[in-house]
């Protein structure tokens, strides 16, 4: 099975720095995914790692260790709107078929 | 946006009736996967098109079943539904089943009564 494990809430301060953790176990592996929610609205994309390493987009960035199992999120000079969930996601085989299964989700909210 | 719609974007049906949810796929891409999205919680993988085949599905029943039409478009359709099918229904469409991005649609809030 497929199984993601990250924080269900973080607090930050506007102007700051978060990180948001996300581990996962799975059989096999075929990347990671990072998506932004709002409240009531549909998933964006954020991220993709195949890879190990750090991958930088804007304010975003994105690490993976495959060896580990961890992935991490950072946010930087958070604004008022990346108040939001962040979910995290594997793309894993399964049953012959490549799954992307999402964990829980991260309720970030970043106050003033 | 991401060209990716869904229909309808809200909707109230009864215990035991059945719902049809629908998804175009973003131009070009011929993968689609529907995701049940209950409040608080991660999208659930429901399954996945791919060509116009079913090539893999999550832990859900078989009235939850799928249709992808050559335009690569796609149906949900649920039979019998139950209180706790109560969600957020969404679709992602991509090209490819290794693609580096799902596109979602705005999803199709199902209440059930």
């Known amino acids: 099975g497929q199984n993601i494990d990250q924080p269900t809430e973080m607090t930050a301060t506007e102007g700051a720095i978060v990180q948001i953790n996300c581990t996962y176990q799975t059989s096999g592996f075929n990347g990671l995914f990072w998506y932004q929610q709002h409240a009531g609205e549909a998933p964006t994309f954020l991220s993709y790692n195949v890879l190990d390493g750090l991958e930088e987009k804007g304010r975003f960035s994105s690490f993976l260790s495959r060896s580990k199992g961890y992935s991490y999120l950072l946010l930087k000079e958070l604004q008022m709107k990346d108040s939001a969930s962040y979910l995290c996601?594997?793309?894993?085989?399964?049953?012959?078929?490549?799954?992307?299964?999402f964990g829980i989700g991260t309720k970030l909210q970043v106050i003033p | 946006e991401t060209g990716v719609t869904q229909s309808p974007t809200h909707l109230i049906k009864t215990r035991g009736q059945q719902v049809t949810l629908r998804c175009s796929s973003q131009?070009?891409?011929?993968?689609v996967s529907w995701y049940q999205q209950a409040l608080g919680q991660g999208p659930q993988f429901i399954f996945q098109y791919y060509r116009e085949e079913e090539n893999g599905r999550g832990n859900f029943p078989p009235r939850f079943s799928g249709l992808q039409f050559p335009n690569y478009s796609s149906e949900l359709n649920v039979n019998a539904l139950e209180l706790d099918d109560s969600a957020l229904y969404l679709c992602a469409s991509s090209f490819g089943t290794m693609a580096g991005e799902l596109f979602f649609g705005e999803g199709s809030r199902l209440t059930v009564l």
């Open positions: 996601a594997v793309r894993a085989p399964s049953g012959g078929y490549q799954k992307v299964t």
């Open positions: 131009s070009g891409h011929n993968t």
